[in-house]
C-alpha cells in the first residue's frame, strides 16, 4: 500500500522530532533559594521573598509546595494584599496536611482581621481541628487575641497571649507576646477583673500604660503595681524593657540598693565588698547625684530585701552577695536592672536586665585552660577534692579543655582535710599500676627485682583545685611522685595573700589572681596600702572581695544605660568583659610560686617547671 507524499512527510518528521536532542529542565538549588528568601524576609524586603517563594512553589510539589505557599501567603497577608493570598491559600489547599490545613485557617483568619471583621476570624479559628501543632498554637494565639481586642473582650484577648507565652522559646519572642498586651491598654480596657493573677496583673497596668508621657507618675505607678504582683513576668520582661529604653545616655541611677549579708558568719567578707563599694562612691564624680542604700539579706531574707529596694525606689541592685541568696532573686530579677556578686547556679531570667559577677572560680579554669593550650599542653590530670564543688571545677576544667582540643586523662580526688594524699596522688600519675607491676613481677620469678616506680609519660600538665594548707600537701607529693616537672596550674584559692612565710611547698606552681594582689598598677597599690593603714589583717585577708565590691561600683557605670560602654573594663578583679549571658567574665594575670613568693609571668607564658 502507498500512504500519499504528505503522510509519509508528516511520520518522518515526527521520527525526526523523536530522534533530535530534548531540552533539558536545569533543577533549581531550592536550598540557596530558601535561603535567600529567609534572608530577605528577615531584612524586611517582602517583596523579594515573595517572589522568591513563588519560585520555589512553582519547581516543587505535594507538601513542600505547600509550605512554600504558605510561607509566601504569610508575607502577603503582612503586606495587606489579602487577594493575592487567598489566591495562594486556594492553591495551597488541595495538598495540604492536617497541620497545614491549620495553618490556612489561621491565615483566613488574620485575612478576616485585616477585612475589620473580628467575629470572622474567631468563627474560622473555632475550624482548627486536632492535633494542633506548637506553630498552629502560636499563630492562632495571637490571631484570637488581637481579634478579642478589636471586640473590646481584653481579658480574653490577654488570656489568649498569656497561653500563646507559654508555647515561646526566645526572649526576643516573649516580649513581643508581651507588647501586643501592654499595647493593648492603651486606651484603658473595660474589662474586670477575672479571678486570674497573671491576668488581672496585666490589666492593673492600664493605668501606667496610660501615662508613659510623664516618667516621674510612670515609675510611680509601676512601683505601686509592683508591691502587689512582685512576680508577675511582665515585671522582668515589657516593663523593665521600658524602664531600660527610657533612661538617658551617660546617666547614672540617682538610687543603688547594697545587698549584703551583713549580719551572718560571713560578715567579714560582705564588709570588705561593702568597704570596697563605698570607696568606689566616694570617689566618683557622681558622689552628690547618687544615693546607696545598704540593705542586710541576712536580716530580711535575700528576696524579701530585694524587693523592698525596689519598693524604695532603687534604679540599680548591686547584690546579693551568696550564690544561694542569687538564687533566691531569680523570679523578681530583670524589673531593675541588677549586678549580683555571685553566679547562680540556675538559669537567669531573660531580657537582658540580670548581671552577674563575682570571683567565680569558673573564670580562673577558663584562663588556667587558654594559658595551658598556648603553652602547647594537650594532655592533662587533674585532682580536685571530693566534694560537689571539686568535682563540679573538675567538670568545667574538662569540658573547656576538651573543648579546646586536649584531652583530660585522668583524675582524682583528696578528702579535704586529709593528712595523706599519697594514695591519690600515686593512682593519679599511675604509680600505683607500676608498683602492681614489679611485685607481680617478683611473685613470679621469686626473687627480688631491683626496681624504681614510675609515672605515666604521657601528661602535659597537670590541674589542680586545693586549699593552701591542701596545695602545701599535695605540690610536694607531686614532686615525690615524680611528676615535679610538669607545669602544674591551681586555681587562685591556692594562694593565701596572708601569709608572709615563704611557700616553698607550693613551688613552682601556677595559678591566675586577681590582679590587685599579683600586678597592683600604681592606684592600686596606693590602695592597697591605705586599706593596710585602717584594717591591716582584714584589708589582707579580705582584698579580692573588697576589689570586687570596687569594681561593682564602676560596674553600675557601664551596665546601667548601655550606651556604647567600653568593653574590656580594666579592674581590680581583672579585665572585665560582659559576655551575651549577662555575665561579667575577668581575664586573669598569671603568677609563679618563685622562691616561696608569687612572682608575676608576662604573657605569652612558656611551658613552666614545678620543680
Known amino acids: 500500500m502507498r500512504f500519499p507524499s504528505y ?7 515526527s521520527l525526526l522530532a523523536a530522534c533530535a536532542p530534548q531540552p533539558t529542565t536545569t533543577p533549581i538549588d531550592k ?7 529567609r534572608a530577605a524576609a528577615e531584612a524586611g524586603d517582602s517583596t523579594a521573598a515573595v517572589t522568591l517563594y513563588r519560585e520555589l512553589a512553582d519547581a516543587s510539589s505535594g507538601s513542600e509546595r505547600v509550605d ?12 495587606q494584599e489579602t487577594a493575592t493570598a487567598e489566591r495562594w491559600l486556594d492553591e495551597a489547599a488541595p495538598g495540604a496536611s492536617q497541620e497545614q490545613r491549620n495553618l490556612i485557617l489561621t491565615l483566613h483568619a488574620r485575612i478576616a482581621l485585616s477585612a475589620g471583621n473580628p467575629e470572622r476570624a474567631l468563627e474560622t479559628l473555632a475550624r482548627l481541628s486536632a492535633p494542633i501543632t506548637v506553630p498552629v498554637l502560636v499563630a492562632a494565639g495571637e490571631a484570637r487575641a488581637r481579634a478579642f481586642f478589636a471586640l473590646n473582650r481584653h481579658a480574653e484577648g490577654i488570656a489568649a497571649l498569656v497561653e500563646r507565652e507559654a ?4 526572649s526576643a519572642e516573649i516580649l513581643a507576646n508581651q507588647r501586643l498586651i501592654w499595647d493593648s491598654l492603651v486606651p484603658p480596657p473595660l474589662s474586670q477583673p477575672t479571678g486570674d493573677e497573671i491576668v488581672d496583673g496585666w490589666l492593673a497596668l492600664s493605668p501606667a500604660a496610660n501615662a508613659q508621657a510623664d516618667p516621674v507618675e510612670f515609675r510611680r505607678l509601676l512601683l505601686e503595681w509592683r508591691r502587689v504582683y512582685f512576680a508577675h513576668p511582665a515585671a522582668s520582661g515589657v516593663l523593665a524593657d521600658l524602664l531600660r529604653t527610657q533612661r538617658v545616655a551617660g546617666a547614672r541611677p540617682s538610687k543603688i540598693a547594697l545587698l549584703l549579708p551583713l549580719d551572718s558568719p560571713q560578715r567579714t567578707q560582705a564588709l570588705a565588698v561593702r568597704d570596697g563599694f563605698m570607696a568606689a562612691h566616694l570617689e566618683s564624680r557622681a558622689l552628690r547625684e547618687t544615693t546607696v542604700s545598704v540593705y542586710d539579706t541576712s536580716a530580711l531574707g535575700a528576696a524579701s530585701a530585694y524587693l523592698q529596694a525596689q519598693l524604695d525606689g532603687a534604679e540599680f541592685i548591686v547584690g546579693p552577695l551568696l550564690r544561694n541568696e542569687v538564687d533566691s532573686v531569680l523570679e523578681q530579677g530583670g524589673f531593675v536592672p541588677t549586678l549580683s556578686l555571685n553566679w547562680a547556679q540556675t538559669e537567669t531570667p531573660g531580657f537582658g536586665n540580670f548581671y552577674q559577677f ?3 572560680p569558673e573564670d580562673e579554669i577558663s ?6 593550650v598556648a603553652a602547647g599542653h594537650k594532655t592533662a590530670v587533674a ?4 566534694d560537689e564543688r571539686g568535682y563540679r571545677l573538675l567538670n568545667t576544667f574538662r569540658t573547656e579543655f576538651e573543648a579546646l582540643g586536649g584531652q583530660l586523662l585522668n583524675s582524682a580526688g583528696y578528702v579535704p582535710d586529709a593528712q595523706d594524699v599519697s594514695g591519690a596522688i600515686r593512682d593519679l600519675l599511675n604509680v600505683s599500676r607500676s608498683e602492681q607491676r614489679h611485685r607481680r613481677l617478683e611473685a613470679n620469678l621469686g626473687v627480688d627485682v631491683a626496681f624504681e616506680a614510675r609515672r605515666r609519660q604521657d601528661i602535659d600538665m ?14 610536694p607529693n607531686l614532686r615525690f611522685y615524680y611528676a615535679g616537672d610538669i607545669p602544674t596550674y591551681a586555681t587562685a584559692e591556692i594562694y593565701e595573700p596572708t601569709n608572709r612565710a615563704t611557700d616553698t611547698d607550693l613551688e613552682g606552681v601556677v595559678f591566675p589572681d586577681v590582679p590587685l594582689l599579683v600586678s597592683p598598677d600604681a592606684r592600686a597599690a596606693a590602695l592597697t596600702q591605705a586599706l593596710q593603714a585602717h584594717w591591716p589583717r582584714r584589708a589582707q585577708q579580705w582584698l579580692r572581695l573588697y576589689g570586687l565590691g570596687f569594681d561593682a561600683y564602676v560596674l553600675v557605670d557601664a551596665l546601667f544605660a548601655q550606651d556604647g560602654a567600653a568593653w574590656p573594663v580594666a579592674g581590680f578583679s581583672g579585665a572585665l568583659e560582659l559576655d551575651a549571658f549577662g555575665k561579667i567574665r575577668r581575664g586573669l594575670p598569671f603568677a609563679q610560686f618563685r622562691n616561696g613568693r608569687p612572682a608575676l609571668l608576662a604573657p605569652p607564658t612558656a611551658v613552666f617547671s614545678s620543680q
Open 7 to 13: 503522510i509519509v512527510f508528516a511520520i518522518g518528521a
Open 31 to 37: 536550598s540557596a533559594i530558601e535561603a535567600r528568601a
Open 68 to 79: 512554600y505557599l504558605l510561607e509566601g501567603a504569610d508575607l502577603l497577608v503582612a503586606r
Open 167 to 170: 508555647w515561646l522559646e526566645s
Open 358 to 360: 563575682g570571683l567565680a
Open 367 to 372: 584562663a588556667i585552660v587558654h594559658q595551658a
Open 383 to 386: 585532682i580536685v577534692a571530693s
Open 462 to 475: 597537670i590541674f589542680v583545685q586545693a586549699s593552701p594548707p591542701m596545695g602545701r600537701l599535695l605540690a
